[in-house]
T-cell receptor, first 112, second 119 residues
Framework: QKEVEQNSGPLSVPEGAIASLNCTYS??????FFWYRQYSGKSPELIMF????GDKEDGRFTAQLNKASQYVSLLIRDSQPSDSATYLC????????????FGTGTRLQVTL | GAVVSQHPSWVICKSGTSVKIECRSL??????MFWYRQFPKQSLMLMAT?????????EQGVEKDKFLINHASLTLSTLTVTSAHPEDSSFYIC???????????????FGPGTRLTVL
């Protein structure tokens, strides 16, 4: 079983719609959760981080964490073509010297 | 804030030569930096953890004598690919940790990456 799992996609949503990206993790000791956006040929860019159960909103982005079910999600409201990218879920497990474990990423396509 | 730079952004070299890549945290001090490699259409693979003033910690399967890491200051880590071969061609990305690890709220910020092509 992979430590961090994401659906590879592509996830296709029309412009203006809500994109929902999901991630599950296997280690219950995970303490911090991150969403990175990576455009093709570029390095990852931090979108959001979340540490506590519940929702965290930042502009058009909302991260949701449910530690009991071991999943974290990212909602993108009013999706724009510029949001088309691969979204990487990353998890930090306590006691791992801050190393992140990445999922393979979900490719999002926002269509006109 | 939290800007990380890398230099060079791309490099082409002949097989057998060594290539040095620099990673700098521009607006914060980073006691820990990380080096990743990413092949086309694959996810990030952590190569090593670079700690200021001490030896790097390499992930399983990564040759420490081939990928030399030096973290000489709180804002600079370097990765040297020694005796590079075509199979070392990849996208090398560093990240710098901002915040205190013990607090559990530290965050990694990535540099723009270095694309290495070995002929």
């Amino acid at each position: 079983q992979k430590e961090v799992e994401q659906n590879s996609g592509p996830l296709s949503v029309p412009e203006g719609a809500i994109a929902s990206l999901n991630c599950t993790y296997s280690d219950r000791g995970s303490q911090s959760f991150f969403w990175y956006r990576q455009y093709s040929g570029k390095s990852p860019e931090l979108i959001m981080f979340i540490y506590s159960n519940g929702d965290k909103e930042d502009g058009r982005f909302t991260a949701q964490l449910n530690k009991a079910s071991q999943y974290v999600s990212l909602l993108i409201r009013d999706s724009q073509p510029s949001d088309s990218a691969t979204y990487l879920c990353a998890v930090k497990v306590s006691g791992t010297a801050s190393k992140l474990t990445f999922g393979t990423g979900t490719r999002l396509q926002v269509t006109l | 804030g939290a800007v990380v730079s890398q230099h060079p952004s791309w490099v082409i070299c002949k097989s057998g030569t060594s290539v040095k890549i620099e990673c700098r945290s521009l607006d914060f001090q980073a006691t820990t930096m990380f080096w990743y490699r990413q092949f086309p259409k694959q996810s990030l693979m952590l190569m090593a953890t670079s700690n200021e003033g001490s030896k790097a910690t390499y992930e399983q399967g990564v040759e420490k004598d081939k990928f030399l890491i030096n973290h000489a200051s709180l804002t600079l880590s370097t990765l040297t690919v020694t005796s590079a071969h075509p199979e070392d061609s990849s996208f090398y990305i560093c990240s710098a940790r901002q915040g205190l690890a013990g607090a559990g709220t530290d965050t990694q910020y990535f540099g723009p990456g270095t694309r290495l092509t070995v002929l």
